[in-house]
């Protein structure tokens, strides 16, 4: 017997058939009810007949290249796994994955080997219809943030957890694969229509619903004198009037995640419809374990839209190619958008350029139009063809020259499609991809951390998929009249104040679910003389229109108004006011540390940010505890750790300012660094459907609904003791 075995081993090692002959002790291999092998009965795969059955072994042959082995052969290696083949005896540290067709493997192997697409087994090659994926735990011990995949342990803390894929089409690989090489046509005009009904699935089912819904779809606004009373003898230069503007809650279809993080995206009701553009990085830097994130994160994206939404996928590296026109996202198009985004493959240099104009180009071409449009931009490298390296001869060109006409707009026509820029890692050029969101009207959001990708872009989508309020106008209008107009304080937002100081305005333009917004107004108001009594300074209103209904609503504000004694006695600073103030003041801080750091002053960038955290420690709304005070207070330490060096600041400090200085100029959420909830900071701008989404991503990867949802903006942080 043992030089039958020798001949076996030799005849395998020269990868030749060998038939080795049974002995009294071997008997058949076992079938389970499918009619595969239930152990391993060959190493390579086994002809069947066409009754399925499979076909006796017969004497070697080239047709026939299985290989016999006897009982304690199959034990073998039904406890080594067949891919590493290593034991795979429990309590070993490795968990274990059994494929519906019997067959075990080491859960970290299997994962590995199907994320690149396989779907077949390696033993049997039967299909499968569930695959295993990984994913880590929300949070894991010791209070440690979350980390790269690459990082995840492979221990038994993790979870078996499989992804049911979509039925195969017959021909889909075929029309994927020629996807790619078919010419695009010159007019991007190929969009799917607009449906009737699907539009209609998504409103109010019944004139009832959209009765209760209406005091939910009204807007809110408030207005904060600076203080209550000021003296009537006297004038007061540059008096403080916060505006505050809260969106419509969200309607039950788009409170995501919050309990029903397993429900279907397309049970929403009551929403705008989505137009959505992604124009994502493949470049040869993506290869590996990016470009697998990105295709899961897109993956996320797509189940989550909706059948009204319609999505396009624009892939650039050297060039640019548009995947699939703007298609609604019914369970055929989400097929089709997931088997083209899985079909991507990274290589060449990195055109930004090439793919926003691409991507605009899908946008303004359209025939029909959803309510809501965007473009999610995501790149991990410097722009190769368009923007000069920083240590080149050439002067770097305006980074506004990369973002096309149609995408910026002019003036106020309302024109300007919001580019969300998403930084992917250490290498991505961020002061180019913050001017491409900022000229837009969109993000920059820092992606420090591989692993948060898909919790980025699920945030980001919380919005699109959340808006209440479009083309939003603030309007403000003195009342006394001797009182005029100094300054308005709106960010990023265009404001205008007309020629005789009397009146002014905000664009503000989208709101999503449960926004808030906070502009400061100066004024000067003149001295009363003896008529004393109460003075009416000035009234707002807000002028908007519903996504849904397409109605326009105004709303009136109650005029401000202030006391006027002869006396005012101490100035009593209101806290709404004062909280707002810091929050300029801080932007302001780092907007100027920002600009020293570039001019190579490290040193004086990190002493700006301390004399904002040390002026913010003394106002009022600080001693009172805060939250938003405490918060800004993190966040500026936070950024002086990452400008320590010049080095810290140019891998990771940069993107960290810009993308601070994205959040607080539009008041709206971004990502940055390497947790989504902001380990170093309160997300002061996070809205409910935000969180939802980003609680249904972690419910995605952990395969488990009853995941707790992410810390929502009430926490709070403790201030650093100032040195005496």
């Known amino acids: 017997m043992g030089s039958k075995w020798r001949k076996a081993k030799i005849a395998l090692g020269l990868h030749l058939c060998v038939y080795v002959p049974r002995t009294l002790d071997d008997s058949p291999p076992s079938l389970d009810a499918a009619g ?97 994926f990984q994913g880590p735990s929300s949070e894991l011990p010791h209070g440690r943030a979350r980390i790269n995949p690459v990082d995840w342990p492979q221990d038994d803390a993790w979870m078996t957890v499989l992804r049911r894929l979509p039925p195969t089409r017959p021909g889909s690989h075929r029309h994927i694969a020629s996807m790619f090489q078919a010419p695009e046509p010159s007019l991007f005009n190929d969009d799917d229509p607009l449906s009737i009904q699907s539009e209609l699935a998504e409103r109010p089912s019944s004139p009832k619903e959209d009765l209760d819904s209406n005091s939910n ?26 505006i505050h503007l809260k969106a419509p809650v969200a309607s039950s279809g788009q409170n995501l995640g919050r309990g029903t993080a397993n429900m279907p995206a397309t049970t929403q009701t009551s929403r705008a419809p989505v137009d959505l553009v992604t124009v994502l990085d493949v470049s040869g830097s993506m290869a590996g374990t990016k470009l697998a994130l990105l295709k899961r994160a897109m993956g996320f994206v797509i189940q989550n839209l909706g059948p009204s939404d319609r999505l396009s996928v624009i892939a650039f590296s050297s060039t640019a190619r548009r995947l699939f026109p703007l298609r609604q996202m019914t369970d055929a198009g989400k097929q089709h958008a997931l088997q083209a985004v899985n079909s991507l493959i990274s290589n060449g240099g990195t055109n930004i350029a090439e793919g926003l104009r691409k991507g605009a180009k899908v946008m303004e071409e359209r025939r029909e139009k959803n309510p809501v449009c965007s473009i999610i931009l995501l790149s991990d490298g410097q722009d190769t063809y368009t923007v000069s390296s920083p240590g080149g001869s050439q002067p770097r060109p305006d980074y506004q020259s990369l973002l096309p006409f149609s995408v910026r707009g002019s003036g106020n026509t309302g024109c300007k499609i919001p580019v969300h820029a998403f930084g992917f890692g250490a290498d991505h050029d961020a002061a180019s991809m913050h001017s491409i969101s900022e000229t837009s009207g969109g993000t920059f959001s820092f992606i420090e951390a591989e692993g948060v990708i898909q919790d980025a872009f699920a945030q980001c989508i919380g919005g699109l998929l959340s808006v209440v309020v479009q083309e939003l106008q603030v309007e403000m209008e003195c009342v006394h009249p001797g ?12 404001s205008h104040l007309m020629n005789d100081a009397r009146t002014g305005y905000i664009d503000v333009g989208d709101l999503y679910a449960d926004e808030e917004r906070d502009f400061l107004l100066s004024v000067n108001v003149p001295a009363a003389g003896e008529s004393g009594g109460m003075t009416s300074l000035v009234k707002v209103r807000c002028v908007y229109k519903d996504p849904v209904t397409k109605e326009t ?16 006695g101490h100035r009593v600073v209101s806290i709404e006011v004062d909280r707002q103030q810091n929050r300029l003041q801080a932007a302001d801080a780092i907007a100027a540390a920002r600009a020293a750091a570039e001019r190579g002053d490290l040193t004086g960038a990190v002493s700006i940010l301390e004399c904002c955290r040390k002026a913010l420690a003394e106002t009022a709304s600080a001693r009172a505890g805060d939250r938003l005070c405490l918060a800004l207070d993190a966040e500026l330490r936070e950024m002086q750790e990452r400008m320590a060096s010049r080095q810290m600041y140019e891998v990771s400090g940069r993107a960290y300012v810009l993308s601070g ?3 607080h100029s539009w008041q709206r959420a971004t990502t940055r660094g390497d947790s989504i909830d902001g380990s170093s900071f309160i997300q002061a701008y996070q809205t409910p459907t935000m969180v939802d989404m980003v609680t249904r991503s972690h419910s995605m990867l952990l395969g488990s609904p009853t995941i707790q949802p992410p810390v929502r903006p009430a926490r709070s942080f403790q201030l650093r003791p100032q040195p005496r």
């Not at 107009?485 to 937002?493: E, I, P, R």
């Not at 609503?553 to 005012?568: C, K, M, S």
């Open 36 to 132: 595969r092998y239930s152990d391993v009965s060959s190493l390579s795969p086994v002809s069947r007949n066409s009754d399925s059955r499979p076909s006796m072994l017969t004497s070697p042959s080239p047709s026939s290249s299985g290989l016999r082995l006897s009982k304690s052969g199959s034990r073998s290696l039904k406890r080594t796994c067949a891919i590493c083949l290593a034991t795979m005896k429990p309590g070993h540290g490795h968990a274990i994955f059994t494929a519906e067709c019997s067959h075990a493997f080491h859960f970290q192997c299997i994962a590995s080997n199907v994320k690149h697409g396989n779907q077949v087994c390696p033993v049997c090659r039967a299909k499968w219809k569930e695959v295993p």
């Open 483 to 494: 009182l005029r107009l100094c300054s308005l304080k709106a960010g990023s937002y265009t």
């Open 661 to 663: 200085l994205s959040s």
């Open 553 to 568: 609503a105004t709303l009136e504000g109650d005029e401000v108004r202030i006391q006027r004694p002869e006396n005012a």
């Open 217 to 242: 779809r009204t807007m809110d606004l408030k207005t904060y004198p600076e203080v209550s009373a000021v003296s009537r003898l006297n004038t007061h230069e540059g008096f403080t009037v916060l």
